[in-house]
């Protein structure tokens, strides 16, 4: 078992993050340049980090880019970490890491549905919960909610608005 401060120094010396944050006790944030993700997601995972606990994604809207942010576990240094990453937002593409943990698959596809973001080499980026959705995807931050909902559901119109 590794406590956090040799936990942060195994990340500095073998993934050269761009930044490191203690977010609370037990609690990392490592960030690190896209190109090194997937070797820097492995590398942890072949030193105890085994559990992938999800994948999320910021809309940096500003910035024109999107962050994930893939939040991995050690049973046997309880320390929670999470990588992030940012990638073009206009360009929203990125490799899938499905090779390294299979859950993976489903995580990536929850942020294509509410983000559309494509993952290569995961073959199935079907629609997992938006069945037939037309519009942006709806966790973007340019998708307008009070125009769809006026659109979709006529909701102005039923509350005696116009």
Known sequence: MRNEKEVIELIKDKLNPLKIEKLREQNLAVTIDKDKLVSGLNYLKSHSYIHL????????????????????????????????????????????????????????????DFYGIEFEGNDDMDELILENWNDIPPMRKDFKTREYVDEKYEWREYHGEK
Do not use: G, M, P
């Open 53 to 112: 606990a999800t994948i999320s994604c910021v809309d940096w809207i500003d910035d024109n880019e999107f962050e994930l942010v893939y939040h991995v576990f050690s049973y046997e240094d309880k320390i929670n970490i999470s990588v992030k990453t940012r990638i073009d937002r206009k360009q929203s593409k990125f490799v899938t890491i499905k090779h390294i943990w299979a859950v993976a698959q489903y995580y990536e596809r929850d942020i294509h």
